[in-house]
């Protein structure tokens, strides 16, 4: 049982360039999740997916896109990298059904734009 | 909107001793649901405990305790009897909404860096 994978772990990409990052579960959970964490700071949220095929926008959407493959993967698309996005990102994903609504979370990309 | 607030961006704590970590939330929904989180310098993010806002008692998992007052909107963590590996950045996080919304997100805290001094 992986739980929540995402590839790459590093990423480094010149301003301009496009990239997607992969994220996948193999809990059966309903629930997905991109978040971005700056330097010293919290996770902001960038797109959430409650269910296969809808998608919803976060606090920080901008200049990313999403794609809810299928309920077990959940990717994350920059289709023009700038310095501002240099970030970790983690994947997450949740049981909604749950009574806590835990979140399990993805090991991180750590992705630099130069 | 909601909005989560923890005003410590680091605490010092000799070991063994007990701490608490301060979160304040703000929300407008009568249903929610409270974490905490933490983030080894390994960077993973490993949940702690959970709070309901419907639980009439505060949510405890072995050493980790919320000290929930609704009334104040305060979920204050505490660790009792702290250890040298308990240092790490702490997250307080929010859901606003039952669980079973498909509209629940979770938002989260700026943190607080924990260092435990032996």
């Known amino acids: 049982n992986a739980g929540v994978t995402q590839t790459p772990k590093f990423q480094v990409l010149k301003t301009g360039q496009s990239m997607t990052l992969q994220c996948a579960q193999d809990?059966?959970?309903?629930?997905m999740y991109w978040y971005r964490q700056d330097p010293g700071m919290g996770l902001r949220l960038i797109y959430y997916?409650?269910?296969?095929?809808?998608?919803d926008k976060g606090e920080v959407p901008n200049g990313y896109n999403v794609s809810r493959l299928n309920k077990r993967e959940f990717s994350l698309r920059l289709e023009s990298a700038a310095p501002s996005q240099t970030s970790v990102y983690f994947c997450?994903?949740?049981?909604?059904?749950?009574?806590?609504?835990?979140?399990?979370f993805g090991p991180g990309t750590r992705l630099t734009v130069t | 909107a909601q909005k989560i607030t923890q005003t410590q961006p680091g605490m010092f704590v000799q070991e063994k001793e007990a701490v608490t970590l301060d979160c304040t939330y703000d929300?407008?929904?009568?249903?929610?649901?409270l974490f905490w989180y933490k983030q080894p310098s390994s960077g993973e993010m490993i949940f702690l405990i959970y709070?309901?806002?419907?639980?009439?008692q505060n949510a405890t998992e072995g050493r980790y305790s919320l000290n929930f007052q609704k009334a104040r909107k305060s979920a204050n963590l505490v660790i009792s009897a702290s250890q040298l590996g308990d240092s790490a950045m702490y997250f307080c996080?929010?859901?606003?909404?039952?669980?079973?919304?498909?509209?629940?997100?979770?938002?989260f805290g700026s943190g607080t860096r924990l260092s435990i001094r032996p």
């Open positions: 997450a994903s949740s049981e909604r059904d749950s009574d806590s609504y835990e979140q399990y």
């Open positions: 809990m059966n959970h309903n629930s």
């Open positions: 997916s409650a269910s296969e095929g809808t998608t």
């Open positions: 929300t407008s929904d009568q249903s929610y649901g």
């Open positions: 709070q309901g806002s419907y639980d009439e």
């Open positions: 996080a929010m859901r606003e909404g039952p669980s079973w919304s498909s509209a629940s997100k979770i938002i």
